[in-house]
């Protein structure tokens, strides 16, 4: 029976080896790496087998002999052609920046007409302040609540930036339905009727969401022509690719979104990726920026939020300290916009009345905080001292405006026009007006952008930058009327060069990143204040990265999402701790000599993962990793009524003689593999999104809590479909099956019949039989670590192939093991451990190096002895000590 | 004997654990990763040992107790806090980029001066055509001339760009000499003069060695100070940070510096490392153009090369295609150009007659080159047809202006002002002049960087795209003298802006870069032509990279560095290439229990570096790996002449008693560790540098081919050391060292009195034992891969971790090898190799998906049988079958 076990097994396997493929790595997440998209497609693909595969033209050839053969071979051919062509990855990056493109027009076309919609109704209303308010409130409400409940109703996973989410993913965990097609709409709607409600929210973050999806739905949907789009590593690039689009057709900013995606979602960055995201986000910007030139919009290609300033004299060097001081306090004002809002999202979670309360009706808070922003920036009321009729994209267009503001000595000509005159209040001056947006923006941003609609902040702080900018700008004008300069000529201060570094610099503290520096250029037009901006965005990410994570690494930890902290600025202390100050050493293993009841022993005493598999207790030596439900799955095998039920007809056999045919064994076998394991589900089960705290050890491990009963859990459920089929059965035409399977039933009724003592006692007898680990998924060549490897190149690694774990290995044997959990630990303990550390960094490493040195000549000793051991006592005379250094 | 060798052996063993330490994680490259200072700076604080550092304070009290204490305390405290400081990243950062901006800064003005000069002395002697002519043409031969020589006498490593070298140095592989303070001197001065000579060169590619070399001699300066400057990781961090810092402050281009240096070095790039790059790079252009101010050459801070082009309407949507046609026809050039300069270099090679004659007179091909170009450009011959009087900077200035060159239409009224003037020539139009000088640039650039001084391509390669580019600007405006827009304003067309386009364009087709782009926009100070500069820019690419490597790609070439070809614009095929169709299979290992004489044959059999370290023949189970020099050390310390008299002097010891004391064994054996094996300097061997092919084999495995006759070759050696010992010992006061030394003397000479066919029996017999690896250095954890790995993966691992080889196993079990030689050759073999492909890439796939998978079920259970076998019957009765199992 052990021998045609095995061929059932190896058929089954034949199955699973093509999943293998894509897990043969390194640890779970890499084995997980790929997109839902991607393992959607490749289910259909196994589903729909061969046939319905664009087949080879020796199969066409034939099928197409008997018509006119050389029109079909023609056009076989061209179809060949084609679809050789699809699956290159230039078509893909085309198709991807066009498809965005045109999203983001419509998008911003659609959010254009919604605002204009407001304006006109609340310009409409003059007549009564009344109907004004209720116009002006009512309308974003609606259209937020709408969002909210849209995207809650059809896809809960479209809430929010989707940047953090983006960053997980392609450290290679997979999330749920995050990147389908109804996500998709979901943001879609969602985000244009947020943003249509002039709420002070983004679509940055967003966008790199949407393009993302946009690649993942389009890898599927090309899949159906060629054979490329299988790939897991081509489509973790697609996605780098796609998230570089997303920012680049948000902004027209091809170069800035490159390397803004690539600072917020990656560690690593392939070089050779950099083309794919430049080239699909040129494309993208500029079929963005065509619509708008055939649309009449603009004469022709320019920048978003095109500037004019002066190109000789951009600023003086005695500036530099103005800008600076921008940058410095720009840190600190982005740290506190992280912490602010994440303070605001843990209060809320907090307090249970509230939350109890939100949770039965989920659109109030939307509502309500819409209600309240909207009231605060109605324009008669408490909106004039903060220019509250400006859409974002109003205020941005006049923050980077070339005059000055403040009416000061000369500057007495100068008039408030168009849309300039919101920041105008007849009596308060200009710089009262900026203070108070300032104030104002920067906490109903932080509010704002915690509403459970699709939105960013990356906009709303970009603009409080400005304003801050503005105001330190029009400060400088103030106090230097006629520029700093000396000499002949005057050049006076340009404020709208200070909005612009401003910008640049609070939006590059909020998000930890250099590269808005360069959104900036792009955004504007002019690079001529490249210095200042550099210098601002460098001193405001200096200070706000010693103080708070970025926004999308804080939002990672309030959502819970797997993640990896960054090492810091500096912290050379990594460097001198090692992995064995780190590993844990009293892990659990499982041996390849062991019984089935050492991996129940194993299952209780440990929750790891992903156990160890070694040679054999007193050698250690690695040998691969097997997955927990792995385990579980073949202890539950061993233990299941199937096989109970197959000794129970084998002893009924033997008096019986041949009445049963092989082909029933195999019915049986096959039916116990499809519904006695769960490891496969189980196995590849994402995680949860969105601020649900994942519950994994529970789920991912059915086997593991219940081995003492499965045998009886198992026959009990079993049972329950087995009443049912007989009448299922009777449905069926051919006698022979029906035969079969009722003979089948009948053994179960049989084995049924034996008492739960009778099953307790088959059952310690399978658990003392030694485990076949033939038909269980093992990895097999699990990443290793020696205890020597520095914190930082332990970091290094772990980002770069995006491990789960590793093991600890000397000279082969398995000493210890590091998770992200420990590094995790490690460098956040280091990071916020201020006032007591445990031991001086250096003093470890001076430890370690001559004692682990020893040990590991020792471990070799040790082995090497083994061995001498081994071989040469035998020669001398066999027996006695060495046998029991095996057995034990 | 055995236990006292092991006590020695522990000694200096604690010794090796320090540079063990370094060495500790995959192969041999990454061993070596950390440059040449590093070595330095550690071996230094190895030789002054303790004494040196800087004390802890607790000691220093001690030491101070008797004078002032407090004072000293404090002092001591300032000093620390100082040291501390100092130890931090961004105070070295901010030194590096202040020195490289001084050094810049000061280049560029002994060029300009030294340009100037020529000017000078060309425009004094306006008389007399041929003392003219002797004095452009003498003037930059002599400056060549010497900055060759002075070049070839202080270091020959400053020779070139630098850029192929430090993508090299990135990679992990140590270059000799590379950045030491003499190659920095020698390069320094020689790109001094040989730019200031007026030829066709750049200073991009030196500036990024020149930059490295910085890094290197401050890191070592200031681990004088502090503790931190020893770590690798760290080391290599701040190289690339250099590599930014050079580009950035050659351009004043922060941001085009950091991502066209991670383009041109890196493969993958750490975001983490980011902000050093940025930082520092910022900080030193800042202080480059600071310094311009200062020096009043400049008002405040702007663009290096500052363009005035309008803003509103920078380009007509309808001239796109012009800008296509420019990328297109760059991206031809580019590869023309790489291909020209590799010929040049390898015809030049070939020639046995030109070579022969131009190693004896090194100077020779320099002088002619520069006589050559130098007599083309001379402006009253040949030179007034190309512009021949404008420097590399006034050439690139007039192509950058903002007028129509073309007398075209309403043109009429232009005149060529100054500098332009050289554009126009009486009996010809601008266009030949253009011509002529793209042409003859082109070859002139391509020549002109094959000199053996220190000098890059980049620019020349930038001011004839630039012209190019002019060239095509001035069609399209004499085409459409009232451009294209056919609406109410009449925008004509600007010759300048696709002067801009084509420079980044043609720069960016040879160096393989995008990031070209943003120099452009940073060199000029606007971003107007964003997408006519990125369109091009990216065809350009496509069309260089299909079909050449990029000129740094083509040097490591040429001059045979160790390198890793690009996976090329979507090769989909590389995705289903697998480990196991591009492994060796027939490795040759070493086994824990093998004797001596197997360490000799497997010496004998393979070339390979590292040996595989396995349990046993038939358990194959990877252990570790082993360097060929240390097994090399291995054997020749087992048949060294010391242990040989060690024999034969305990022999003469259990005749005469305790004669010796135990001090004399152990002088005796650390005399052998000294002078016996030569491993260690043979293994940090580092690669000779610069045009020379790298012979590795025989000088890296002396031990291999001499193992027979080791000791008799170590004897020889050994004993004329012997002789000369007797007089220095004589000088020695302490009587009884003389003695233990004289005694070793004595029974050295009795050994040497052995016949040779004595010896070669003790030898054979040496050879039977059993292998001591104890004292060997082990790779405890190499980097193991499995069959199914794709090409892809195995490409980016390979690249992510700089690796050089890679086992591959099998659940524990080794089954091959994967070394950088077999990655390339499947590479390129599937690159180049268009018109015959061995096999169907897919059909390789799906073999390998069955049947490996089943090998590996085979693999397992064959170790699971075995250890069945091992366990099982041993139980039912020991002996018979299991012993032949493990004993064969």
Redesign the interface.
Known sequence: SGGSGGTMA?ES??QR??Q??QT??YGRYTQDLGTFAKDEAARLRLQEGDTARPRRPSELLEYSQGRCAPCRVCALQCQRFLISKV????VFLILLGLVMALVSWAMDFAIATCLQAQKWMYGGLDTNVLLQYMAWVTYPTVLITFSAGFTQILAPQAVGSGIPEMKTILRGVVLKEYLTLKTFVAKVIGLTCALGSGMPLGKEGPFVHIASMCAALLSRFLSLFG??YE?E??NIEMLAAACAVGVGCCFAA??GGV?FS??VT???????N??RG??AA?FS??IF??LA?WNKDE?????LF?T?FR???????QELPAFAVIGIASGFGGALFVYLNRKIVQFMRRQKTINRFLMKKRLLFPALVTLIISTLTFPPGFGQFMAGQLTQKDTLVTLFDNQTWAKQGINDEFEYLGILEAWLHPRSNVFVTLVVFILMKFWMSALATTIPVPCGAFMPVFVIGAAFGRLVGESMAAWFPDGI?T?SNIYRIVPGGYAVVGAAALSGAVTHT?ST??IV??LT????H??PV??AV?LA??VAQSLQPSLYDSIIRIKKLPYLP??G??H?EK?NVRVEDIMVRDIRYVT??CKYRDLQQVLHSTKMKNLP?V??AESM????SIERTQVGALLSNQLSPQRRLLTLRQKVLSEDGHRLSDSSIRFQISTETSSGTPARPALRKPLKPALKRVSSSPADSPPAGSTDHTGIALKSLFCANATTEPTEAQGTAYHKAKRVRISIVEEMILGDKMTPAEILEWEEQQLDQ?V???SAK?D??PF???E???L??TH??FS??GLDHAFV????RLVGMVSLKELRKAIEGSLTGKGVKVRPP?ASFRDS??ST??A??TA??Q??DR??H???P?EAG?GGDD?DD??K
């Open positions: 190896s396997e034949a080896a093509l293998y493929e043969l790595m699956g290159e990855d230039w054979g490329f790939n590593a081509r091809p170069i390397l690539i600072e990656s560690t690593f960055f392939a070089v050779r950099y083309w430049f080239f040129t910007a500029f920026r065509v030139v004469e022709t290609i320019t920048a095109k004019r190109l000789d004299f951009p600023f003086d060097l300069h000499d250099v520096a360069v250029f792009e037009g002019q690079i001529s490249i210095l550099m210098i460098i990410n200096a960054e090492l600025w500096g050379q460097y390849l000599n598999l040679e054999s030596i690695l040998l691969g030694p076949d680990f033939s093992i097999p060549a290793q670590l020696v020597h490897t520095s930082h190149k290094t690694i770069l192939l290995t000397s000279i082969g250096l190096t001559a040195t020893e590991d000549t070799l000793h082995l090497w061995h001498q081994h071989h040469m035998r066999p046998d095996t057995t």
